[in-house]
């Protein structure tokens, strides 16, 4: 029912998107979300993004988990890339699915709203001017608020 993938490789939105949808019987709402890798203050090179093998797919799998606790999904896709991804490349994906869609919309937002702060991931931001570790924000905090 749920799948969770973190790679360094690529994915095809569309075809990840088509190929969740298509095993989703008894669905009446499919909705998904694309991350882009984006250059906030301009002077962006690179996204490195690093993390633990195994105890991140756990972490992320327990949201899922939570997701699932919350809202009657048929199904759920979390891919989330890790590496060097340069600004304008896919860095996640969610896709919820469920009979309604106020269900398949909330259960999204709360995995995108868990991912960006629970999951453990290790970001650093090359820049032309140098890098750095990305910190946590408390919009991010705030966002959990809501669940």
């Known amino acids: 029912m749920a799948e969770v993938r973190v790679q360094a490789e690529g994915f095809d939105a569309g075809a990840e998107l088509n190929r969740f949808s298509a095993a989703q019987a008894g669905a009446g ?25 195994g105890m991140t797919e756990k972490a992320i ?21 890790h590496g060097r991804l340069e600004p304008g490349a896919q860095i996640m994906m969610v896709a919820t699915a ?31 001017d140098g890098d750095g570790w990305v910190e946590a924000v408390e919009a991010d905090e705030d966002a959990l608020k809501r669940w």
Do not use: N
Request: aromatic share 10%; no cysteine.
């Open 29 to 53: 709402a499919v909705v998904s979300f694309t991350g882009v890798v984006r250059d906030v203050a301009g002077g962006l090179e690179a996204m490195e993004i690093e993390h633990y093998p």
């Open 61 to 81: 799998a327990g949201i899922v988990q939570q997701a699932e606790g919350r809202w009657p999904l048929t199904g759920a896709l979390v891919i989330h890339r």
């Open 98 to 128: 469920s009979a309604h869609r106020v269900a398949a919309f909330e259960a999204a937002e709360f995995l995108m709203d868990y991912l960006k702060s629970r999951a453990p991931f290790w970001k650093k931001e090359v820049t032309r």
